[in-house]
């Protein structure tokens, strides 16, 4: 082997890793979107998470990228750990299929039909047509088919490099010896966790595997081991994807490592205990690609398969392993995990959760402040505080995540869905901050002892039910993108506008009369300038999801057409509200 073959192997090798990123980035791409959402909703059982975790990573071309995935749900609390557990058995087992992919590269002819089937010439009909879709196509999902089909066509091009680079080993006597030492299971196996931890990827281990084996000198006895330590050594990717994760995801994480090397460590202890009893003469078969592929899966099938009845054994260990954090302490915004940027239709579906529950929280607050203005209570001053805190948080991770999202390829039902969020949550922290001021001013009047008048009373018990109707309508209408609802809220705000000026005149009117104290009007016109202002915010939010569904996006421009247009839709909720809240 010279200076030249170690270039190509080098080349191969590089060709090969670049073909496999650029065929699973498209296959993420094409059907990721969807598959991410039914792992997730579908893995109820151990059974059904190990048959999808099998199904996902086979079509995706990655256990490491579904055990992510995992891993990023367990730690958001949308999956239960021993849940995660089958999910991974079945990711495991699935990262088997690319064996056979890359199998295809070795496909040969001699003429006729069977020309047809060759390497070259698959290799060549996949290229043309991917570059075809890839240049030419101006549709985003053809682009990413084109995408699948170079890099496949790329990766068989660099398995045939390797293949021819590696051939003339057979030939030097050192790489026998080498073959040889490896056939040592402990240390094959060894050897190959450490290699698969190296580059990452079990797949582009087991490819790198199967081109040696294509020089026609590797035995089963050396194979073997190798392909037990790529199994183990898959887990490390899976492990640092976990670093920041909580205590769960931690644990999941381990899952990977604890079951794959449980399992090879069991099936091997039993295949080597009774080849000493039986001397199995098939340990000395020469592997080609093909062969190798079938042994990765029969191997990966029986590690399932032994440990499937043991989950919760497996649980328990690995929950010894990784030790309850006492700091582990429940974020509003937890679901937000960066390893979905990855994946936008789980960023952005956990986004959705997380700004409803934001606009519920902003909406209980105002809820709890306008009561606390009749019935006082420090308890419930303090939970204002808290919920008001917890929007600033959740404005703070949905802002800067959004942010990143923003940065990664989005379909436009997608992208309309960010702009939305992004448009809306500083109106939902807004309102929470309302909150606290209507609570601090209740906080004021409980402390001062103020008395309202029985009029002041009134007014603000009737503009407080126009406010939390009008928040009702908001948060329904955005948690349930209903545009009909949010069409009501123009006119509810308007309302309350009107109510709020009525009441202030109305107060001006008692001070002269000597109803009121100038102290008591301060307060009477914070918690007026307060709930209109929440009106207010809820208006913004329904302006921005009808404006965001038209394609356009200007609040002013909708509110002042809206007003001055008066529809009959608009006009007869104005009216209805009037009659409703009338002072």
């Known amino acids: ?19 496999m990123t650029l065929m699973g980035d498209g296959l993420k791409r094409v059907a990721g979107s969807k598959l991410e959402l039914v792992l997730y909703r579908l893995s109820s059982t151990t059974l059904r998470g190990v048959l999808l975790g099998t199904g996902v990573t086979g079509v995706i071309q990655s256990s490491c990228a579904t055990s992510v995935m995992v891993v990023g749900f367990v730690n958001a609390n949308m999956m239960k750990r021993r849940q995660a557990i089958g999910v991974i058995l ?19 002819g001699s003429g006729g039909w069977q020309q047809l089937l060759s390497t070259e010439t698959l290799t060549g009909l996949v290229a043309v047509t991917g570059v075809v879709l890839r240049v030419f196509s101006k549709n985003q999902t053809k682009h990413h088919i084109g995408d699948i089909l170079m890099g496949f066509a790329v990766l068989m091009f660099g398995m045939h490099t390797m293949s021819e680079a590696v051939s003339g080993l057979k030939e030097q006597p050192w790489f026998t010896k080498v073959l040889s030492t490896l056939a040592n299971p402990l240390l ?60 769960d995801g931690k644990r999941t994480a381990w899952v990977y490592l604890v079951a794959s090397t449980i399992g090879v460590l069991v099936c091997a202890s039993l295949f080597y205990l009774a080849d000493t009893i039986f001397r199995f003469a098939f340990l000395q078969t020469i592997m080609n690609p093909f062969s190798l592929a079938l042994v990765n899966t029969f191997l990966r099938f029986a590690i399932v398969l032994l440990l499937l009845p043991f989950i919760d054994a497996l649980d328990a260990l690995v929950c010894m392993i990784v030790r309850e ?38 909406r209980e607050s105002i809820s709890s402040a306008l009561g606390l203005t009749a019935t006082f209570s420090k308890e419930g001053f303090e939970a204002v505080k808290r919920m008001e805190n917890d929007c600033d948080r959740y404005e703070d991770a949905l802002g800067s995540y959004l942010v990143k999202l923003t940065g990664r390829e989005l379909t436009r039902r997608q992208n309309e869905d960010v702009s939305k969020y992004l ?11 309302h909150a606290r001021n209507i609570a601090e001013s209740a906080a004021e009047i409980h402390n001062k002892k103020m008395d309202f008048s029985d009029d002041a009373t009134r007014e ?22 209903d545009l009909t609802l949010a069409a009501r809220v123009e006119p509810l705000e308007e309302v309350i506008d009107r109510l709020c000026d009525e009441a202030k005149s109305r107060h001006v009117e008692r001070l002269q009369c000597g109803n009121c104290t100038i102290q008591q009007g301060f307060v009477f016109n914070d918690l007026l300038t307060g709930m209109e202002r929440v009106g207010d915010h809820c208006s913004n939010i329904a302006l921005a999801m009808l404006e965001l569904e038209e394609d356009t ?20 909720a104005f009216e209805d509200y009037s009659a409703r809240f009338a002072l």
Not at 91 to 108: F, M, Q
Not at 553 to 572: G, K, L, V, Y
């Open 1 to 19: 082997m010279n200076i030249s073959d170690i270039i190509s192997l080098f080349s191969g090798i590089a060709l090969f890793l670049f073909g």
């Open 90 to 108: 079945g990711a495991i087992l699935g990262t088997s299929v690319t064996g056979w992919v890359i199998s295809l590269s070795y496909l040969e």
């Open 188 to 247: 094959g196996i060894l050897v190959g966790a450490a290699f698969t931890a190296i580059l990452q990827s079990a797949s582009a281990a087991v490819g790198i595997v199967q081109a040696l084996s294509a020089s026609g000198v590797m035995p089963l006895d050396t194979a073997l081991p190798l392909l037990m330590g790529v199994a183990i050594g898959a887990s490390f990717p899976v492990l640092l994807s976990a670093l920041g994760a909580n205590t």
């Open 325 to 362: 954090k006492k700091t582990d302490g429940e974020d509003p915004a937890m679901r937000l995990e960066e390893r979905f940027l990855a994946h936008p239709s789980l960023a952005v579906e956990q986004s959705r959760l997380t700004i409803n529950d934001m606009a519920e929280r902003a």
């Open 423 to 433: 448009h809306t949550i500083s109106d939902f922290e807004r309102i929470s901050d």
């Open 460 to 481: 603000l018990a009737t503009i407080g039910a126009a406010v939390r109707e009008i928040l009702r309508l908001t948060v329904h209408a955005f948690t349930e993108n």
């Open 553 to 572: 996006f200007d609040t002013h421009a909708s509110q002042h057409r809206m007003m001055n247009e008066q529809t009959q839709d608009f006009q007869t």
